[in-house]
Nanobody, 130 residues
Framework: QVHLVESGGDLVQPGASVTLSCGSTSGTLDDYTMAWFRQAPGKEREGVSYMTAGESVTYYVDSVKGRFTMSRDRAKNTVYLQMNGLKPEDTAVYFC???????????????????????WGQGTQVTVSS
């Protein structure tokens, strides 16, 4: 189990950039598949980006491809979500999530199912509005 803490949410205008951070206060994230999810008012939680525990391979939902970049700094035990070209439809609470990945196979794949992630941060609000 890891305790995740997100930061970086902001109120910005369309086209702006925001970087979200997700760190652990209770252990290394090296053995975890990491993901960013978001939830807008009245909508279901949506997966935004995913990163394998092994080679830090990333996957993105189509709506953010080319605009968002997920990265991991193992020395800082932190995962980031760089969001460029923000649109009003990106407005949501963004959650960082971690799924234990200890086997060789687990470290090479990601899960798109939020129910598979055992650890969640408290969320950080991103609002895109003119």
């Amino acid at each position: 189990q890891v305790h995740l803490v997100e930061s970086g949410g902001d109120l910005v205008q369309p086209g702006a950039s925001v970087t979200l951070s997700c760190g652990s206060t209770s252990g290394t994230l090296d053995d975890y598949t990491m993901a960013w999810f978001r939830q807008a008012p009245g909508k279901e939680r949506e997966g935004v980006s995913y990163m394998t525990a092994g080679e830090s391979v990333t996957y993105y939902v189509d709506s953010v491809k080319g605009r968002f970049t997920m990265s991991r700094d193992r020395a800082k035990n932190t995962v980031y979500l760089q969001m460029n070209g923000l649109k009003p439809e990106d407005t949501a609470v963004y959650f960082c999530a971690a799924k234990s990945a200890r086997s060789v196979m687990e470290r090479l794949v990601v899960s798109l199912n939020p129910n598979d992630y055992e650890n969640w941060g408290q969320g950080t609000q991103v609002t895109v509005s003119s």
